[in-house]
């Protein structure tokens, strides 16, 4: 069991319960995009697949500080994720 801690709630979960994403610059902002098949290089963070865990990590900026990155963020991807596995849950 490996654990490890959402940025959006910050509780601390095994790493099968949590996404991983990645940012990925492209053209003017990063995009935040989600490890669900092929991990992607580089710095990663993990983050709940909830909207409400979303929404806190966006409110702190938590998704730029976790990744180091600076300046515009997209989150479209990560989002329509969470969205996707919230509608499966009900």
């Given at each position: 069991m490996v654990i490890r801690t959402c940025i959006?709630?910050?509780e601390r979960a095994d790493k099968t319960d949590l996404v991983r994403f990645t940012g990925i610059w492209q053209d003017t902002a990063w995009v935040i995009t989600p490890d669900t098949d092929v991990p992607h290089r580089g710095r990663g963070a993990h983050l709940h697949p909830t909207t409400q865990c979303l929404e806190l990590a966006r409110r702190r900026n938590a998704v730029r500080r976790a990744?180091?990155?600076e300046g515009e963020v997209d989150v479209t991807l990560l989002a329509a994720m969470a969205d996707d596995r919230q509608d499966l849950n009900d």
């Open positions: 959006g709630c910050r990744l180091k990155i």
